[in-house]
């Protein structure tokens, strides 16, 4: 069973993964869309991050144990992704799976 | 008739005083009997130290705290900097226009405000703790036995210059002077009762300071890995921020090296390197970089459990107080000399990141 500490773990690398390779995905992004998606991608990604932190995530429930797993598997994804180089819209497919995972996490969380 | 009355009033004052010294020396008589059976003892270099130790592990963590919190109050205009430069990246121009627009002023988040509430409650409440170490600390150096007794010879010196004035009154009978041995005996009766009231006092505060040590590392404690995780994310958006400048060109990699090769060799100047050559240099200025933000990261990852670890470690040093026993201050000592370590490379991190 996940802990709290576990869950903003996992929320923290999504956000962190993000925002270190920002540079190298918007070098990749050759159109406004792109752009955006990338953009959109960190801003969620970090908006996520504090407001989990400042929540602490201090309860744990089933459907928070289904969200964690599905948030490792998305950031999970998104190395894998990025370590095989796959096209910016591959890969921006799954940052906004990593991302989306993580702010259901935190939702899950919260409503635990 | 008035040189009568006057000499009544100065033997009636005489007998009171004769009567004072009487009860003085049956009251030190008295403390002395007491004082030897309720003898409470104390270190008082060593509680001192214990305190000084507190101080050190309170300002350690406030430190950290007062870093978070400045850094999160800085977040939203890194953020606008990070976020616009960072589209240096972009090659095409239409899309880098689009990622510029895309990061024109980032809105208040509201959960970093939180935040910093949070972790400025967090640090009141150790700003506290590290106040009343600091009092402590006081109160062990302050030395009541000596202070008491010398205000008693003060007052000795009062009574006898009074004795002799007054003998010197016209029928009064000469009284002696308070003799040196009493003055002595009386002396370190009033210091030992001082004493023992102050290491009762010190013993009383040593146990408030026990309790509000461990309500503090309680509450610390709950939410370290949270603290951790947000320590460790606001240095990646240091480091974040920093790289951008660094890709944007408005970071001179020469700067970065120029401390490397001063340790090597001080006093070195260095050139500016050809623009072929400029690739190269940018890429050894960046494992400069990177190998500082590893130490950094390294640093933050264990400053904060060790500065709860401490904290914790001095509540079983203020029990051994509290026992009589002899503490072990040289070990904390050294855990605050390596937390002190610790912030200064996040502290200096921090300055590099700002400053080079």
Known sequence: MSSADDRLSVIQDIYVDALNNEPQDLAQATTPALVAAVQANVANARSTYYSAAAAALTSAAPGVETAYASAQAALAAVKAARSASESIATLLGKLNTATSAGTSLLGAAKAA | MLKTMSTAVARTTLDRRAGTILALRSAAAAALLGTVTACVTVDHNTAASLGTAGMQVTQALSTQATGAVQTLGNLNQWWGVHDTLVCVNVSKADAKKACIAGAASPSQDPSVKLLIDVLNKSKQATDTLNQAYSAFVDLAHYNAGQEATAALKTSFTDINSFLSAASALPG????????????????????????????????????????????????????????????????????????????????????????????????????????????????????VLTLQDKQTNAAISSSYAASLSTLHALSAQHQKLANSQSLNIGQIQTEVSNLKADISQMSSSATSSTKK
């Open chain 2, 172 to 287: 009064a009978v000469a009284v002696a002077p308070i003799s040196a041995t009493i003055e002595k005996a009386t002396a370190g009766v009033v210091g030992l009762i001082a004493d023992n009231k102050q290491n009762a006092q010190i013993l009383a505060a040593n146990k408030d300071l026990q309790s509000a040590n461990d309500a503090l590392y309680d509450g610390l404690s709950a939410e370290s890995k949270a603290m951790t995780s947000i320590l460790m994310t606001l240095q990646q958006e240091r480091q974040a921020l920093y790289q951008s400048g660094f890709d944007a060109g408005l970071i001179n990699p020469t700067d970065i090296l120029t401390p490397v090769f001063a340790e090597a060799y001080p006093g070195l100047r260095l050139q500016t390197p050809t623009v072929e050559d400029r690739d190269v240099v940018k890429a050894a200025a960046q494992n």
